[in-house]
């Protein structure tokens, strides 16, 4: 890269705005997916922190989607996926909104109920206690022994446990024995928690059981918020990558299209194109690079400094995995701007062709 | 003694609207190492396409092309570069020399393409501006040069890989007279010392003086018109 380092110091003004632009897209990037990754915690954190491997639902009506919030199980559907083959444990779960009162006022939260002695259920619930998020504890300053209401009934905070959070709400963990009074008749939902090993057949078990079983990975689109918003962030993040794939290719044909009087000479001397274009594409690496970890850095900064009042994910799949997607896709765009140095002809070096 | 370049009844044409136009009539030439052969005619007479001709950058539509004894007339792209890296050398009308690079960068450049660098190139880079007298400069870019500056690095990144032959188009186009002398002394003066064929294009009847044989083209023939009246 003789020559894509010493054209880069000579046209600084011309690299330099072209990095800007670069570090502008990727600090777009990186924030968005630092955004997505949040908000598709604040989503899903609680079913994909639940024990077991799979999740199964009650197969919804024509027409319609599986959810999280319209499927109801049958009576026995527990009793019959427990003999099914190839299932380790299996558990009802129970899913409902719900104001929780703390001190004078009300919460908004999500209640996941259980039977205690099921695997499903957090360790430390019992008869007439709840277990609580780390997020409702903080925010709400509350901790174990304090007591909170549901729909009137009391109950004590008897464990704070990790970062569970449903639809956007905080979820509290309910004995599955008070449900009935907490939450009224048609207002929840309730799906099916499993863990499966060697010799479970997905298709066996929905037969016998009459429901959809899938992995619990899978079932996050399941959640109505998460899919919605999930599906318009990624569209967004895959567009600003193909902008930035454009506004490359653009730069680079510009660059190379002035650069061809050079060229021709080069190639008058004796360059193979491959050489030219390796050196080429170096330069557009370096830019990429360049100013995609100086945006990606500025976003995880950013993401730091708000992560508190804002759902803002900062870990290596939200600032090294969009970067490295930046920067191929960049090349992409730049490899179909160079390609056109094959194109020079060097009998141009000859002649008053300058 | 094996001939630098030896052009065998070349003969080239392009589309003229719906003719041909013949820019090259047949025409042989050979050149000896040691050699400066000026090829003197107006605009339009077909020096650039000679040129290009024995620079492997134009397929002539028949005849023959050795460069060192070699028949390099129906070469494959790459292998023509490699040609062309191996045995040639080009200085091109204005210099064309590459902006971002400094003058010892355009000759380490020339190194750089046949895959050498290091101490040893940037040494003999510096041998070499040195002997066409820009020992000074090595560490300009093209635009803090002169013409007449940028023309004599056009020569030492020509000369940076030991060439065969030299191949020089219009190099006074772009000087004064006086300059233009320089430049015409300077090449006749590397070709003698190192041995090299050199054929200079040009419209200037001033080189008359230094080329050992001088030749003129008009409308693709090539004439036989003045030997000799350098030392040399
Ligand atoms: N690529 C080309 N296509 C068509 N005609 C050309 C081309 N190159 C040169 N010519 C014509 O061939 C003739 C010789 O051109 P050239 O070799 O450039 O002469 P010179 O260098 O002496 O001016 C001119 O009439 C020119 O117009
Ligand atoms: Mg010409």
């Known amino acids: 890269m003789f020559l894509a380092l010493r054209d880069l110091r000579f046209a600084k003004g011309r690299f330099a705005l072209m990095g800007a632009v670069i570090v502008l897209i990727s600090l777009l990037v990186v924030m968005l997916t630092g955004l997505t990754a949040g908000l598709g915690a604040q989503s899903t954190s609680a079913i994909t922190s639940l024990p077991g491997d799979r999740v199964a639902m009650s197969q919804p009506p024509a027409g319609q989607s599986l959810s999280y919030t319209s499927s109801h199980l049958s009576d026995g559907a527990v009793a019959a996926a427990k003999r099914q083959h190839g299932v380790k444990a299996a558990a009802e779960l129970q899913i409902a909104q719900a104001g929780v009162q703390v001190g004078g006022h009300d919460v908004a939260a999500t209640l996941f109920g259980a039977d205690p002695a099921s695997f499903v259920a957090p360790h430390g619930l019992t008869a007439n206690s709840v277990v609580i998020s780390d997020e409702l504890a903080k925010n709400q300053h509350l901790s174990a022994g304090d007591e909170v209401g549901i729909n009137g009934m009391k109950f004590t905070v008897a464990a704070i446990r990790g970062d569970s959070s449903f639809s956007h709400m905080p979820v509290v963990w309910v004995p599955g024995a008070d449900w009935g009074r907490l939450v009224g008749n048609g207002a929840d939902s309730s799906v099916l928690v499993l863990s499966t090993g060697s010799g479970f057949n997905s298709g066996a078990f929905d037969h016998a059981v009459g429901v959809d079983s899938m992995a619990t990975g899978d079932s996050l689109s399941a959640i109505g918020s998460y899919s919605a918003e999930h599906g318009s962030l990624t569209m967004m993040q895959a567009m600003l990558m193909g902008i930035s794939a454009l506004v490359i290719g653009a730069f680079f044909t510009v660059w190379t299209i002035g650069r061809t009087p050079d060229l021709a000479v080069l190639k008058a001397m004796g360059a193979r194109t491959w050489y030219l274009v390796r050196d080429a594409l170096g330069e557009a690496l370096i830019l990429l690079v360049a100013g995609g970890a100086l945006g990606t850095a500025l976003a995880a900064t950013i993401g730091t400094l708000v992560g508190d009042s804002v759902p803002f994910v900062v870990d290596l799949s939200t600032t090294a995995v969009p970067l490295i997607l930046l920067v191929l896709i960049g090349m992409v765009g730049a490899a179909a701007a160079i390609r056109r140095i094959s194109t020079v002809d060097p009998i141009t070096a000859l002649g008053a062709a300058r | 003694m094996t001939a630098a370049l030896t052009l065998t009844d070349i003969t080239v ?190 419209h200037d009847m001033g080189v008359l003086e230094h080329a050992k044989r001088l030749l003129t083209l008009e409308d693709g023939q090539l004439s036989h018109s003045y030997a000799g009246g350098h030392g040399g």
């Open chain 2, 13 to 202: 044409t392009y589309p003229d609207g719906g003719r041909t136009l013949t820019a090259l009539d047949n025409i042989s030439l050979e050149v000896q190492p040691g050699e400066t052969i000026a090829v003197v005619g107006p605009s339009g007479s077909g020096k650039s396409s000679l040129l290009a001709v024995a620079g492997l950058l134009l397929t002539p539509n028949s005849g023959r092309i050795e460069i060192a004894g070699e028949d390099v007339t129906q070469l494959s792209r790459s292998a023509a570069s490699q040609v062309r890296l191996a045995q040639l050398g080009l200085v091109f009308q204005q210099s064309n020399l590459i902006s971002s690079l400094t003058a010892r960068e355009q000759l380490e450049m020339a190194a750089r393409l046949r895959g050498e660098k290091g101490r040893a190139v940037r040494q003999r880079a510096d041998e070499l501006l040195d002997a066409v007298g820009l020992a000074d400069a090595a560490g300009r870019r093209p635009h803090q040069l002169s013409g007449g500056q940028r023309q004599r690095v056009g020569i030492a990144r020509a000369l940076m890989n030991d060439p065969t032959l030299l191949l020089v188009d219009e190099p006074t186009s772009a000087l004064d007279h006086e300059r233009g002398q320089d430049i015409i002394r300077l090449i006749t003066r590397v070709t003698d010392d190192r041995g090299i064929g050199t054929v200079v294009v040009t």
